[in-house]
């Protein structure tokens, strides 16, 4: 079976653009998270999707937006990149909601580069 | 606001010794996580740990969780080269619809042969 999966797997953007991230969950998962991680650090979260709406929101400026998609497909649009931006982007999909264990599985992420 | 700290941050050990590395967290969380992190690659999970008292070990690590204490351990057995990357631990509260983690700082492990 098919893991979680992201496009693309790198992208180098200049300062001021507008960026798309594309994440796929694992077959059957209804969750999306995604997360920003800056080169050493941890993972920090931006949004979850539960059956196309927002459940949660990180401390992240207006300038991060996502959306989740009838196939359960998620986006994160980033508008006006910064170079502070430049990040891994990790997407990860859950099963159901929190009221029930279900472990959240990693995607492989997107290297975001800003110019 | 929940905070998750690391120790070490880096952690340098020869092969063949024994280590742990802790994570403490500030607030009452339902779920502790630990991670792997290979360079460039994303998180590969190691444990899940639901419950105070709870320990889990898989090969050369095991990981426990103190709920009072509001600490986990992941311990290092006998450690080989394969094991160097960097450990994350993270926690999230089971409220409703919100699946929010918090993850710590990381701890760089390198295994010297």
Same mark, same amino acid.
């Given at each position: +079976?098919? $893991?979680?999966?992201?496009?693309?797997? %790198?992208?180098? *953007?200049?300062? $001021? @653009? %507008? &960026?798309?991230?594309?994440?796929?969950?694992?077959? $059957? %998962?209804?969750? &999306?998270?995604?997360?920003?991680?800056?080169?050493?650090?941890?993972?920090?979260?931006?949004?979850?999707?539960?059956? *196309?709406?927002?459940? $949660?929101?990180?401390?992240?400026? +207006?300038?991060?937006?996502?959306? @989740?998609?009838?196939?359960?497909?998620?986006?994160? /649009?980033? /508008?006006?990149?910064?170079?502070? +931006?430049?990040?891994?982007?990790?997407?990860?999909?859950?099963?159901?909601?929190?009221?029930?264990? /279900?472990?959240?599985?990693?995607?492989?992420?997107?290297?975001?580069? &800003?110019? | 606001?929940?905070?998750?700290?690391?120790?070490?941050?880096?952690?340098?050990?020869?092969?063949?010794?024994?280590?742990?590395?802790?994570?403490?967290?500030?607030?009452?969380?339902?779920?502790?996580?630990?991670?792997?992190?290979?360079?460039?690659?994303?998180?590969?999970?190691?444990?899940?740990?639901?419950?105070?008292?709870?320990?889990?070990?898989?090969? =050369?690590?095991?990981?426990?969780?103190?709920?009072?204490?509001?600490?986990?351990?992941?311990?290092?057995?006998?450690?080989?080269?394969?094991?160097?990357?960097?450990?994350?631990?993270?926690?999230? =509260?089971?409220?409703?619809?919100?699946?929010?983690?918090?993850?710590?700082?990381?701890?760089?492990?390198?295994?010297?042969?």
């Amino acid at each position: +079976d098919a $893991g979680v999966t992201q496009s693309p797997t %790198h992208l180098i *953007k200049t300062r $001021g @653009q %507008h &960026v798309t991230l594309r994440c796929s969950p694992i077959s $059957g %998962h209804k969750s &999306v998270s995604w997360y920003q991680q800056v080169l050493g650090q941890g993972p920090q979260f931006i949004f979850q999707y539960y059956e *196309k709406e927002e459940r $949660g929101r990180g401390n992240f400026p +207006d300038r991060f937006s996502a959306r @989740q998609f009838p196939n359960y497909s998620s986006e994160l /649009n980033v /508008n006006a990149l910064l170079l502070g +931006d430049s990040a891994l982007y990790l997407c990860a999909s859950r099963g159901g909601l929190a009221d029930s264990y /279900n472990e959240q599985f990693f995607g492989p992420g997107t290297r975001l580069t &800003v110019l | 606001e929940l905070k998750v700290e690391q120790n070490p941050l880096f952690l340098s050990m020869q092969e063949g010794k024994n280590y742990t590395i802790y994570c403490n967290y500030s607030t009452t969380s339902d779920r502790l996580y630990w991670y792997r992190q290979d360079p460039g690659k994303s998180l590969e999970s190691l444990f899940v740990l639901l419950s105070n008292g709870a320990v889990k070990q898989e090969g =050369r690590l095991m990981a426990s969780l103190d709920t009072k204490a509001r600490l986990s351990t992941l311990h290092i057995t006998a450690a080989v080269h394969d094991l160097s990357a960097t450990y994350f631990c993270a926690v999230d =509260r089971a409220n409703f619809g919100n699946e929010k983690l918090t993850f710590g700082t990381g701890t760089r492990l390198t295994i010297i042969p």
